[in-house]
């Protein structure tokens, strides 16, 4: 026989072959890990839907940050979770609020760790939306006004970076404004530029206590639709121009295209963030017994990377950071 074909298998033979062709890997610098920070006092308080995360109250998150230093994960996105909401969210540029103690309390401990901060009102508002309400629907630039706040007074609490995730119009422009006039020139933002209306948040709004109550039923008239292609490519543009330094796509798994999209039509880090609800099947399966939850993880938090994302915002970097030191 005189068959003509390529043999790929030569490059799967052994380990340290496959090891040796192998293009993308999950390094512990890619992880970003996401707390939830409550008021009141020693409470850790595990989220019904979200197995082995929590909501922190301050005095047990140091704790939890030992933890973090340990395993070598760079980098936290911290979300607040006031006691007192109203139709303005004012607890979030509140500086004496949760997020912003959290922060300063965080960074006086661990200098060297990131800081992110979530720049959104859905946790701090009665209504639970990302923005002001009047007339139902979410006005957009006037809540700009109270994400400037927002973020400057995080910046002023020691945030390292600033997280827009409202998907408000102009929400880049005009926290770089108010990051550069109070002083905060050196602080970049890391856009939700690319944030899709997903059924797969819905155990962090358990989480965050964020789930809309009044008003629009849903956050479709700000979030993207999760059939759209080239609106990404919009979203993408609009805030690399608006002065974005990190670009985020959310969520993870079922965006995979928009991740390659994006990363192929720009030059700044891309962020992919494995959301609550990719978070919770996974954990569901594995309870079950039905999967191997170690070996799914890395295999989609590779896929992210293959996909060309450089950092990952995921409830699995703690376990990923462990598997690798253990690697
Ligand atoms: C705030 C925000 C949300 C998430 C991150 N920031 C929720 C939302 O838009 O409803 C979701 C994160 C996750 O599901 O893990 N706007």
């Given at each position: 026989m005189?068959?003509?074909?390529?043999?790929?298998?030569?490059?799967?033979?052994?380990?340290?072959?496959?090891s040796?062709?192998?293009e993308?890997?999950?390094?512990?610098?890619d992880?970003?890990y996401?707390?939830f920070?409550?008021?009141?006092?020693n409470?850790?308080?595990?989220?019904?839907?979200?197995?082995g995360?929590?909501?922190?109250?301050?005095?047990?998150?140091?704790?939890?940050m030992?933890?973090?230093?340990?395993?070598?994960i760079?980098?936290?996105?911290?979300?607040?979770?006031?006691?007192?909401?109203?139709?303005?969210?004012?607890?979030?540029?509140?500086?004496?609020?949760?997020l912003?103690?959290?922060?300063?309390q965080?960074?006086?401990?661990?200098?060297?760790?990131?800081?992110?901060?979530d720049?959104?009102?859905?946790?701090?508002?009665?209504h639970?939306?990302?923005?002001?309400i009047?007339?139902?629907?979410?006005?957009?630039?006037?809540?700009l006004e109270?994400?400037?706040?927002?973020?400057?007074?995080q910046?002023?609490?020691?945030?390292?970076?600033?997280?827009?995730?409202?998907?408000?119009?102009?929400?880049?422009?005009?926290?770089?404004a108010?990051?550069?006039?109070?002083?905060?020139?050196?602080?970049?933002?890391?856009?939700?530029?690319?944030k899709?209306?997903?059924?797969?948040?819905g155990?962090?709004?358990?989480?965050a206590?964020?789930a809309?109550?009044?008003?629009?039923?849903?956050?479709?008239?700000?979030?993207?639709?999760?059939?759209n292609r080239?609106?990404?490519l919009?979203?993408?543009?609009?805030?690399i121009?608006?002065?974005a330094?990190?670009?985020?796509?959310?969520p993870?798994?079922?965006?995979?295209?928009?991740t390659?999209d994006?990363r192929?039509?720009?030059?700044?880090?891309?962020?992919?963030?494995?959301?609550?609800?990719?978070?919770?099947?996974?954990?569901a399966?594995?309870?079950?017994?039905?999967?191997d939850e170690?070996?799914?993880?890395?295999?989609?938090?590779t896929?992210?990377?293959?996909?060309?994302a450089d950092?990952i915002?995921?409830?699995?970097?703690?376990?990923?950071?462990?598997?690798?030191n253990?690697?």
């Open positions: 005189n068959l003509q074909f390529n043999r790929h298998r030569r490059l799967r033979s052994s380990e340290t072959m496959r040796m062709v192998r993308n890997f999950i390094r512990k610098e992880l970003i996401p707390l920070i409550v008021e009141g006092e409470i850790k308080k595990e989220i019904s839907s979200m197995p995360q929590y909501q922190f109250s301050l005095d047990m998150l140091e704790i939890e030992q933890t973090i230093i340990q395993l070598k760079p980098a936290v996105i911290l979300f607040g979770i006031p006691d007192h909401k109203d139709a303005l969210g004012s607890e979030a540029y509140n500086d004496n609020g949760i912003q103690k959290a922060i300063r965080i960074k006086a401990s661990h200098p060297d760790l990131l800081v992110i901060a720049t959104c009102l859905c946790e701090y508002t009665d639970g939306h990302c923005g002001m009047e007339h139902d629907c979410v006005i957009n630039d006037e809540s109270l994400l400037v706040k927002t973020a400057v007074s910046a002023k609490a020691g945030a390292d970076i600033i997280a827009p995730s409202n998907m408000m119009d102009g929400f880049v422009a005009a926290i770089r108010g990051l550069d006039e109070n002083g905060f020139e050196n602080i970049p933002i890391m856009s939700y530029a690319v899709y209306a997903s059924a797969f948040y155990p962090f709004r358990d989480a206590d964020s809309p109550r009044t008003g629009p039923s849903d956050r479709k008239t700000y979030q993207m639709d999760p059939a080239l609106e990404a919009r979203e993408m543009q609009s805030d121009e608006e002065g330094d990190f670009l985020i796509v959310k993870a798994l079922s965006y995979l295209d928009i390659r994006v192929n039509n720009c030059n700044l880090p891309v962020v992919t963030y494995n959301v609550s609800g990719e978070y919770a099947m996974v954990k399966a594995a309870q079950k017994g039905w999967i170690k070996r799914i993880v890395m295999e989609q938090l896929s992210m990377k293959r996909a060309g950092m915002i995921t409830y699995f970097a703690k376990d990923v950071a462990k598997w690798l253990e690697d």
